[in-house]
């Protein structure tokens, strides 16, 4: 049996067995295993760990059959968001949960008064932008050579690509 979501742009389905919650630093060994092993370029325990404990962020899992497969952390500051960290575990990609999890968030948003989610992200980062890009998200500025890439890369440098959503109420 699956559940079906909307959001702005598109279809959701889920499997029913999926869960939201918000998450602590009591499963920061969790989230850093899944930030390790799923990321290409992972936060570090301690970046998590600060992202975690600042309680003005949002911090949300997602969890099949109890099982934490990914999370998001989320930055409000007045009527806007800034995405800070999304990943799903490596072997739970692909599966609709990234964006089950952003749908989620933007759901919590809305009920707290934002408007607008901004997030940043490497522009070689495929999945992520056609993640965002499947959402609504829009591309509204480049830093150029903003990131620092793996130094066995060609290129050293790597450009952020800032993405908006405007949320409806
Ligand atoms: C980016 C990430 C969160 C996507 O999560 P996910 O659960 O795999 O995404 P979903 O299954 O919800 O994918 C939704 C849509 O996004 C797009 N997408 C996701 N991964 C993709 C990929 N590898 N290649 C192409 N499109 C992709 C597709 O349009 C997909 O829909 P479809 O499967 O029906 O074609 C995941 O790949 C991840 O954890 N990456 C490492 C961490 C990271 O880069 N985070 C972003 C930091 S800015």
């Given at each position: 049996m699956k559940l079906v979501t909307t959001t702005k742009t598109k279809l959701i389905t889920r499997p029913i067995s999926i869960s939201f919650k918000k998450f602590s630093h009591n499963e920061i060994e969790t989230?850093?295993?899944?930030?390790?092993?799923s990321s290409e370029f992972p936060w570090s325990i301690n970046q998590l760990f600060e992202s975690i404990l600042n309680l003005?962020?949002?911090?949300?899992?997602?969890?099949?059959?109890?099982?934490?497969?990914?999370?998001?952390?989320?930055?409000?500051?007045?009527?806007?968001?800034?995405?800070?960290?999304?990943?799903?575990?490596?072997?739970?990609?692909r599966k609709g949960y990234g964006s089950s999890l952003i749908d989620y968030l933007t759901k919590e948003l809305i009920s707290k008064g934002i408007k607008t989610i901004f997030?940043?992200?490497?522009?070689?980062?495929?999945?992520?932008?056609?993640?965002?890009?499947?959402?609504?998200?829009?591309?509204?500025?480049?830093?150029k050579n903003y990131y620092t890439k793996n130094s066995n890369q060609l290129s050293r440098r790597e450009d952020g690509i800032i993405m908006c959503l405007e949320l409806s109420t």
């Open positions: 989230i850093a295993s899944i930030e390790s092993e003005n962020n949002l911090c949300y899992a997602v969890s099949v059959k109890s099982q934490i497969v990914g999370y998001v952390i989320a930055m409000p500051a007045a009527d806007s968001a800034d995405i800070l960290n999304i990943t799903i575990h490596k072997d739970f990609k997030l940043e992200v490497r522009r070689g980062n495929f999945a992520a932008i056609s993640l965002y890009s499947s959402l609504g998200f829009a591309e509204i500025s480049v830093r």
